[in-house]
């Protein structure tokens, strides 16, 4: 799985975490630019159509659960037959390692974690979803003191088949209540009754109930009242043992009601109100008629902390036996009484010879398939199942484990079940050229690779692109035995550019066409120093490394700077030309618009043509501003419906 891409985005970077139903793995989210946690199933979708719809639906329905101290699933996803769920990656550890670590945790602490599981828990409630496997290994640590629970949607979507509802039970057999231990449908009070034990488990260090087979820890679950906390550590309040008292009644009639009422109840353990609190108890009613269990043959668990599908319930209640009427003895003579009793022990021997003897499962562990095949075949059992796993201590074909476990009794003709390593977890390599090397190699490093080094030279490609790689794409590698090399682009092998100063615009010309470079003139200004025509400045400056198409701006003089310009500024008023006019009925008509047109003749203008045009209809002020360089002659007019009005000439010498 590692470096692979699974839903087309998420890249496997290393396992993180294995469970009985699942494998964790640490990935990268190609997309979204982040780090998740991906959770593949090992449960057989094979052939259950309507598993797989049950548990995209379920699981879905998980991913609306939006809460501080829940782990958040951002998708849920089929690739071939391989179902899995991308979560939020928290990069700390699980609680049950965190018990590990320290032990029990002050009250004080294990109420504060206590009080964020429960309001995840009731939050899910009220969401409809009941969670099934509540236990440590599925809390994770986001620090000391936050946690966030996780594995929402798995146990419930898989327990929820029509499979599993007839024939198993999912969960994790020192964490399960008594009804799911019966067979029954798991409540919300079946997690209630999870949260109590956790509690327990922070407050002492240890589980409360422990045996060597699941049967036998939950019969305890059924049949045996939850360890006095106070018993081992009496410093601890009573209103805190209470919480798990009460929590982890045997009938779930007499738990709290709801994952609310066991939260408001954690708040306020340390209240002095409740200082002198009674030991919590459940009321006796001695007409209740008990059930006693029935134990199935079920075998010892490698893991029992795993998360299980249990096949067939695990104890079955059966009715109660009613005692039947002693009959009075007989006596038989003697005679016949010895004989049954030789036939007796004469039977149980013959049975003896006839059963087949228990031997111990030999040590195989690290040794060739075939060699320990032999080994086992020779103790006189049977191979009757072979699976392969990756593995960091043993080499390719050495067995990792049998089940059952060396040491244990089992008797002759029994199967083992045989687990051979395949190896190291291998890497398939993609293929990394046209990416960035920095990026690539910073990516990489979470990998574990032994080392990743560039080798630069010269190309077309980007300067930092990867353009090669050793080992090649999709050879299989273990990373930390690889050195990963990268062949890198230090870029186009650049020119040095030239000192342009004095070029004229031919010279230019000829010199971008030999050099490739473009070669821009951005102004001209005046310079006393450098003649018309030719290159003041240029930018960059010369012998600056340059490729093929680069920009080179240029400054282009405009020669020496010429004197002085003369303005006149001069303010006409512009007459209108009042006319009486009548039509043919002797009535006086409006003055009409009369067209006006200024003509000037100055550095900028001529008399050709007018540089204003308008109409007037009333006298009108104009502003005439004429410019004169030295020896140059200039003027105005202004004309009236073709009539010039008025005029006047200037002369540069003259002008102040």
Do not use: C
């Not at 004989?339 to 499962?361: D, G, N, Q, R, Y």
Request: glycine content about 6%.
């Amino acid at each position: 799985m590692i470096g692979k891409r699974i839903g087309k985005r998420y890249e496997i970077i290393r396992v993180i975490g294995d469970g009985g139903m699942s494998r964790v793995y640490l990935a990268h989210d190609m997309i979204l630019d982040r780090d998740v946690a991906i959770k593949v199933l090992h449960y057989d979708f094979a052939n259950e159509d309507e598993l797989k719809r049950r548990f995209q639906r379920e699981a879905l329905s998980a991913t609306s659960l939006t809460h501080p101290h829940i782990v958040n699933i951002f998708d849920v996803g089929q690739e071939d037959e391989l179902h899995y769920l991308v979560m939020e990656y928290i990069p700390g550890r699980t609680l049950k390692e965190y018990i590990h670590t320290h032990g029990a945790l002050p009250a004080e602490h294990a109420v504060s974690i206590m009080q964020q599981l429960v309001s995840a828990i009731s939050h899910a409630h009220h969401n409809g979803i009941i969670h099934r496997d509540i236990k440590p290994q599925n809390v994770l640590m986001n620090g000391e003191d936050d946690v966030k629970i996780t594995d929402f949607g798995i146990a419930m979507a898989l327990n929820s088949t029509a499979h599993t509802k007839t024939n198993s039970v999912i969960g994790t057999v020192h964490y399960l209540s008594p009804e799911q231990a019966r067979g029954g449908m798991a409540t919300k009070r079946s997690d209630i009754y999870s949260l109590g034990i956790v509690f327990y488990e922070l407050l002492t260090g240890k589980l409360p109930f422990s045996a060597e087979t699941a049967v036998a820890i939950a019969l305890k679950h059924l049949q045996e009242e939850t360890p006095s906390v106070r018993a081992q550590l009496p410093e601890i309040p009573q209103s805190v043992e209470n919480v798990i008292l009460k929590a982890t009644a045997k009938d779930a009639n007499y738990r709290y009601a709801s994952a609310d009422e066991m939260y408001e109840d954690l708040l306020t353990v340390f209240s002095s109100e409740r200082a002198q609190e009674q030991k919590f108890t459940l009321p006796f009613d001695d007409d209740r008629t008990v059930a006693i269990p029935i134990v199935k043959d079920v075998p010892k668990f490698d893991h029992l902390e795993n998360t299980v599908k249990h096949e067939s319930p695990i104890v079955e209640p059966v009715p109660p036996v009613e005692k039947k009427k002693e009959k009075k003895k007989k006596k038989w003579p003697l005679i016949v009484g010895i004989s049954f009793l030789v036939i007796a022990l004469l039977a149980v021997m013959f049975t003896m010879w006839l059963k087949p003897k228990e031997i111990s499962v030999p040590d195989v562990v690290g040794e060739e398939e075939l060699s320990a095949t032999e080994i086992l075949e020779k103790e006189g059992f049977v191979i009757d199942e072979r699976f392969e796993e990756t593995s960091d201590e043993f080499t390719a074909g050495q067995v990792i484990k049998t089940v059952p476990e060396a040491g244990k009794k089992r008797k002759e003709g029994d199967g083992i079940k045989l687990f051979v390593s395949t190896g190291k977890d291998l890497m398939k390599l993609l293929d990394y050229t046209g990416r960035n090397y920095e990026a690539t190699a910073q990516f990489l490093d979470s990998y574990g690779f032994k080392s990743i080094e560039p080798v630069e030279e010269y190309s077309d490609e980007p300067k930092g692109t990867i353009i090669g790689q050793q080992p090649e794409a999709d050879e299989e590698v273990v990373p930390e035995e690889t050195d990963l090399v990268f062949t890198v682009s230090k870029g186009k092998e650049l020119q040095s550019l030239q000192d342009l100063s004095g070029m004229t615009q031919p010279q230019l010309e000829s010199y971008a066409k030999s050099s490739g470079l473009y070669i821009h003139i951005v102004s001209e200004e005046h310079s006393e120093k450098v003649e018309k025509g030719r290159v003041i400045s240029q930018k960059p400056s010369k012998g600056t490394k340059m490729d093929k198409g680069e920009r080179v701006d240029v400054v282009l003089s405009k020669g020496a700077p010429s004197k002085p310009v003369k303005l006149v500024v001069k303010t006409v008023t512009i007459p209108y030309e009042y006319r009486e006019e009548e039509n043919e009925w002797g009535e006086v008509i409006e003055p009409q618009p009369q067209k006006i047109q200024i003509y000037i003749q100055d550095r900028k203008h001529s008399m050709n043509d007018p540089v204003e045009e308008f109409e007037i209809t009333e006298d009108t002020p104009r502003k005439i501003t004429i410019e004169l360089e030295e020896g140059q002659r200039g003027g105005y007019k202004i004309l009236r419906d073709q009539t010039v009005i008025e005029e006047d000439k200037f002369n540069y010498k003259e002008l102040n």
